[in-house]
């Protein structure tokens, strides 16, 4: 017998053990999570909060998820922590970046529209969700592209994340008269528009979103499925998007 069929088979022992004192694997597995969390936590105090343990398809390794939706991998005592992806190579799928996927995924319906730029164009029907950045060349890029796109709202969220001057772009489109205006003026006509002040809380809020979704470049495109494009595409792109969306 090998080493790894020896502990599957101490394992599947323990637990006949267990259930026959009346415990249960599942108390079992609940052990080894208690274990596994405690031996990261002490042995590396600066890991983000642990927020499930459960296991992976792997025998033997743990998915650990932490608070920041981040995915990680441990032996059954917290002893290892293994950062990468878990692939299936029967089915050739990379399981870490589906279950990234299926947690950073947004429900169009719960975006904070009141923190975004509404923006309506022809009857306005089909719904787009954009990340942007005022610094962003690709998002300008995007901007031409977008433009081109018709019967369509599109929710522009202020997304700076390029620095300070981008805060303050941020800030002058949010607080001007006509915010739309003001956000062509910049992203298509790369024109300087005036300075304004006025409660930007809200852009601090569509940071902050964004960081809990893990929204790290910009433009990040969500369509009314949830399905999410980082990057910018061109308008034949951006219309299948919207065309997929609505199936």
């Given amino acids: 017998m090998n080493r790894l ?3 599957i088979f101490l394992a599947l022992k323990t637990c006949m053990v267990l259930i026959a004192f009346g415990f249960g694997c599942n108390a079992f597995a609940q052990g080894q999570e208690a274990t596994i969390r405690k031996n990261l936590s002490e042995r590396i105090p600066q890991i983000p909060r642990i927020e499930e343990i459960t296991r992976s398809p792997m025998a033997g390794v743990y998915e650990i998820r932490l608070s920041t939706n981040e995915i990680y991998y441990s032996d059954a005592e917290g002893n290892f922590l293994i950062q990468g992806s878990l ?4 089915s050739k799928r990379n399981l870490t970046e589906e279950r990234e996927a299926k947690l950073s995924a947004i429900d169009f319906g719960t975006l904070p529209f009141k923190d975004a730029i509404t923006i309506v164009r ?3 029907k089909r719904k787009l969700a954009v990340f942007e950045d005022p610094n962003c060349g690709y998002c300008k890029r995007f901007e031409r592209d977008l433009a081109k796109v018709d019967n369509v709202t599109i929710y522009l969220f202020l997304y700076p994340i390029l620095g300070d001057d981008s805060v303050t772009k ?3 489109v949010w607080c001007s008269k006509d915010p739309a205006a003001a956000w062509s003026q910049v992203m298509t ?7 304004a002040n006025c409660n930007t809380a809200a852009v601090d809020r569509n940071v902050e ?8 470049g910009t433009p990040t495109l969500i369509a009314q499925d949830g399905s999410r494009v980082p990057g910018a595409i061109n308008s034949v ?4 998007m919207l065309i997929d969306a609505s199936k």
């Fill in 87 to 90: 692939i299936d190579t029967k």
């Fill in 209 to 216: 979103f964004g960081r809990k979704f893990k929204i790290t």
């Fill in 122 to 124: 022809g009857n306005g």
């Fill in 170 to 172: 941020s800030r002058n």
């Fill in 5 to 7: 069929n020896k502990h």
């Fill in 189 to 195: 006509k790369e024109q300087t528009i005036p300075n």
């Fill in 237 to 240: 792109q951006i219309e299948k």
